[in-house]
Nanobody, 124 residues
Framework: QVQLFESGGGLVQAGASMRLSCTTSGRTFSSYGMGWFRQAPGKEREFVAGISWSGARTDYADSVKGRFTISRVNVNDTVWLQMNSLKPEDTAVYLC?????????????????WGQGTQVSVSS
């Protein structure tokens, strides 16, 4: 079973940048599509960004398109989320997630394994 660990969260002011990292302990996730989700207090979890197992394809929520960039390095089993021009509405717990089937890049509802999350807070 793959375990996912997020890091890089914190408190920043609006307009700042932040980079989140997702790594694994144990089994590799290099053959799987990976993604980032977020959940704000009182709200449902929402998709933020996804990347195919090869890194060739990406997918972004409209709310972050042009501001956030997802990337990965498979040899290190690391996925990043670079967040620029942060807004107060980006405040949430950000969770790393892995899709269920290898060598595919499937829809936003295909993620099956989740990390514990890292808090991102953006002040106005």
């Amino acid at each position: 079973q793959v375990q996912l660990f997020e890091s890089g969260g914190g408190l920043v002011q609006a307009g700042a940048s932040m980079r989140l990292s997702c790594t694994t302990s144990g089994r590799t996730f290099s053959s799987y599509g990976m993604g980032w989700f977020r959940q704000a207090p009182g709200k449902e979890r929402e998709f933020v960004a996804g990347i195919s197992w090869s890194g060739a394809r990406t997918d972004y929520a409209d709310s972050v398109k042009g501001r956030f960039t997802i990337s990965r390095v498979n040899v290190n089993d690391t996925v990043w989320l670079q967040m620029n021009s942060l807004k107060p509405e980006d405040t949430a717990v950000y969770l790393c997630a892995k899709q269920g089937r290898p060598y595919r890049f499937e829809g936003r509802d295909s993620y099956e394994t989740w990390g514990q999350g890292t808090q991102v807070s953006v002040s106005s």
